[in-house]
């Protein structure tokens, strides 16, 4: 081992065409401009203490390179440089494309560590795609601002690489990945306890941003496995924004940290049926009122579900005592005052949110087209975020409507006349909303059916009959499209009184998504357990 002067700190692209190198992370200044895959930086101590053997051998090997080169023709692409980067380092997502396009065979050891290729998918797949502004509600396209200044081995970082893994882990290829993620996630629970109980690391928007990768992990993991989410990480980013309080929340992406935060208790408490009220006002109080989109007002009117499945639970339930009267009028008239603050939503959405009819899959054959479409019915959106803001209000008023079809159903004696009109009624607006909800389908899925969260170009998604898909749109559709669906789908699923093969239809597309993503047990069917109260017909 021999020491050669002070060595260069920059990436290696930029030292490789004796540039100047800015050492931004993820990704150096140099590289984006030119479209190269920035293969970031190496340890000091590596710098330091390198050994000559494998310079020299790289001077002998490259006269070879060139003679091969020129041989060959073949023109130099990015990504083939052999090195390989560290963890946590990002390309730019044109870089990804050109080297996943390339078609360029790199021996294995000379390709990215598991963990290096699972953030640059995670970041190329979910985080550099443009969306429309009034769906953010969530926190991953806050992302990048925050990882690009965290070190390797900080807490975002080690948190950014644990929710990689778990979602790359979806394909088949790359299966393993999720075999390597609990200990990333074991690092980034043991830093959290330190960052939570340090006054400057707790208030920091990198603390929160890891706290809500880290639900997002437990999220996925526990759809994956077929177990219930514990929420115990919601619970804590709720503590960590109330200890922030309003003086950390007043940037931009601080009140989009907090929106994130909502967002994931209220749906949390949706599909545990607890109650949310305290905590919305909590929550309301600290976020600014210059924040506000279509996604966020309906983040806020959707507490209120919360709050009724908390509040008719304990009654439909209760099989010592059967309710009363007066105790299924009170939660009727619950139900129609939830409803009620929900259908001032659509009313507030832009025409660019509302969908169009799309005829793409009419010319496939019959057999086809029905497993793939339900009912002929082809939508297509804005992107996918839209139509996961729109599903989820579909699921907000279909958990209402169980709510009210269970509750009519108990009434003993039998419903009077008004009460009849009223089952019809939510009955109809359910087959309607379950309608809607199977028309995203195709728009989220297209004709795929394995492969995991990666893009396969023998794919067809639908288009408006004006533009083709574009590359954004499919990558977002094959990453997130199955991962927006599987609620929206369970909560149709529990849906009485619908068309006959409906339901059926229905399981085959959760099924569908799971062969997908590697999710590993079907839920079951609800004819043969059916929960209460999110879904009418039986107490139990």
């Known amino acids: 081992m021999v020491y050669g002067g002070k060595p260069s700190t920059g990436c290696k692209n930029c030292r490789q065409r004796k540039i100047k190198c800015d050492e931004r992370r993820p990704a150096c200044a140099q590289c984006i401009n030119t479209d190269r895959l920035c293969p ?50 990002i390309p730019p997502s044109s870089a990804i494309a050109t080297t996943a396009s390339s078609g ?13 290729q699972a953030v640059n998918s995670f970041f190329s797949t979910y985080i550099l795609i443009p969306r429309h502004p009034y769906s953010r509600r969530g926190y991953l396209d806050c992302l990048l601002p925050l990882y690009q200044n965290t070190r390797h081995d900080s807490l975002l970082s080690l948190a950014t690489t ?57 999220r996925v993991i526990a759809v994956a496995e077929a177990k219930n989410t514990s929420g115990v990480h919601d619970t804590g980013a709720v503590a960590v924004v109330k200890h922030r309080g309003k003086e950390n929340g007043k940037s931009e992406l601080s009140a ?54 908390a509040f008719a639970n304990p009654i439909l339930r209760n099989r010592n005592e059967f309710p009363s009267r ?40 019959s057999h086809e087209r029905s497993l793939f479409a339900y009912n002929r019915r082809v939508d297509v959106y804005h992107d996918i975020w839209v139509a996961s803001v729109w599903n989820s209000y579909r699921s907000a008023v279909l958990m209402i409507q169980y709510t009210a079809l269970q509750t009519l159903g108990m009434l003993n004696p039998p419903p009077l006349s008004r009460e ?21 389908v195709p728009f989220n899925l297209g004709t795929k059916t394995f492969g995991g969260p990666t893009d396969r ?16 749109y499919r990558r977002s559709a094959s990453g997130l499209g199955g991962w927006f669906l599987m609620e929206p789908l369970k909560t149709a699923a529990f849906a009485i009184s619908l068309r006959e093969g409906q339901q059926e239809w229905i399981l085959k597309q959760i099924e569908r998504i799971q062969r997908i993503y590697t999710i590993k047990k079907p839920i079951e069917s ?15």
């Open 40 to 89: 970031g930086y190496a340890h000091l101590f590596d710098l330091v203490h390198r050994d000559e053997t494998e310079s020299v051998s790289r001077k002998a090997q490259r006269g070879k390179r060139r003679a091969l080169r020129a041989v060959t023709q073949a023109p130099k692409t990015v990504g083939q440089s052999g090195e390989q980067a560290p963890k946590g380092t």
């Open 104 to 116: 360029l065979f790199l021996p294995k050891a000379f390709q990215d560590s598991p963990e290096q």
């Open 162 to 218: 644990a929710i990689s893994l778990a979602v790359q882990g979806g394909s088949p290829r790359t299966r393993h990945y999720r075999d390597i993620s609990p200990s990333y996630f074991g690092k980034a629970l043991l830093k959290t306890s330190r960052a939570i109980r340090d006054p400057i690391e707790s208030v920091k928007d990198e603390t929160l941003m890891a706290v809500l990768l880290l639900s997002f992990y437990e």
């Open 256 to 309: 989009r940290l907090l929106l994130a935060v909502q967002t994931q208790v209220v749906e949390h408490c949706i599909q545990t049926s607890s109650p949310f009220g305290k905590t919305s006002a909590d929550l309301d109080s600290l976020r600014p009122n210059t924040f506000d989109n279509a996604a966020s007002r309906l983040t806020s009117l959707s507490a209120s579900v919360s709050d009724l499945l």
């Open 326 to 365: 007066d105790q299924f009028t009170a939660i009727l008239d619950y139900c129609t005052k939830v409803e009620t603050q929900l259908s001032t939503w659509p009313a507030s959405v832009i025409d660019a949110w509302w969908w169009k009819p799309s005829r793409t899959f009419d010319n496939l054959p």
């Open 420 to 440: 009849a009109t009223r089952i019809v009624t939510a009955i109809n607006t359910v087959q309607g909303l379950v309608d809607d909800i199977c028309g995203t």
């Open 457 to 472: 170009k023998e794919v067809r998604y639908p288009d408006d009959g004006i533009t083709k898909p574009s590359d954004d």
């Open 526 to 540: 609800p004819t043969r357990s059916m929960p209460s109260p999110s879904c009418p017909g039986g107490r139990g």
